[in-house]
């Protein structure tokens, strides 16, 4: 409810407008999510070895339903038939009153070293329990399609904003993957499931960033400020 409420236009935040939104958005993961990331027979380690890392919102994704991006890296990975997705969530409640255009991501410890530890952590733990298989962690430079890995697994759904929505966390979460040799599937369709269009991310856009079609790279905020150009 805060989240809805922080993103939405001031003559939006009406109770009714704000409840109405709430309810359709998670209507709408709901009907994604059901039944998406319950425990799997025979793998109680994989999801322990998660669980102890504090990591409650996972997802398990077949080879044949992710995208890959990289096919250079990917090729590094062969025999690897699963992705395993989680979501770790950063200063979902932080609203800071310095006045600094900083992004919240930005305030805490760099991801990539934080991901890198927890990697190690968590490949050991994996190794240790399924001596047999293989595992690489990734974040951020995962061979695959991250976001649309963490949608097809229920975690989300895609934003128009082209950020992956949590119905806990919002878009405050980064995305990890760890690919496996352990074969992970479900009986189901893995689809990414769009949001509900509400547009109010369009219209808090500072700088009128995104289109019909999708963001203007040369407008965008993000975009420019991660580009190592003048």
Do not use: W
Not at 14 to 25: G, N, R, S
Not at 29 to 55: F, N, Q, R, S, V
Not at 73 to 99: E, H, N, T, W
Request: proline residues 6%.
């Amino acid at each position: 409810p805060k989240l809805v409420e922080r993103f939405s236009p001031a003559d939006a935040r009406t109770p009714a407008l704000l409840a109405a939104t709430l309810a359709q958005f998670t209507a709408r993961y709901d009907a994604h999510k059901e039944d998406k990331t319950a425990p799997y027979p025979g793998i109680p380690a994989l999801l322990d070895a998660l669980k102890a890392e504090g990591i409650t919102e996972c997802g398990f994704l077949p080879r044949a339903h992710f995208r890959v991006l990289n096919e250079r890296l990917m090729q590094r990975c062969d025999g690897l038939q699963s992705a395993v997705v989680f979501l770790i969530p950063y200063r979902c409640d932080a609203s800071p009153k310095d006045g600094l255009n900083i992004s919240l991501y930005a305030r805490v410890k760099d991801y990539h070293a934080y991901f890198a530890a927890l990697s190690e952590r968590l490949l050991a733990a994996l190794r240790s329990s399924f001596p047999d298989e293989r595992f690489a962690g990734f974040c951020d430079h995962s061979p695959i399609d991250e976001k649309d890995a963490a949608a097809r697994c229920g975690l989300g759904v895609l934003g128009r904003n082209s950020l992956l929505i949590n119905p806990t966390y919002g878009s405050f979460v980064f995305i990890g993957s760890l690919l496996t040799s352990l074969a992970l599937s479900e009986n189901r369709s893995y689809t990414a499931e769009l949001c509900c269009g509400c547009g109010r991310c369009e219209r808090a856009c500072p700088v009128s960033a995104m289109t019909g079609s999708g963001i203007d790279g040369a407008k965008c905020l993000s975009g420019i400020t991660q580009k190592k150009r003048k």
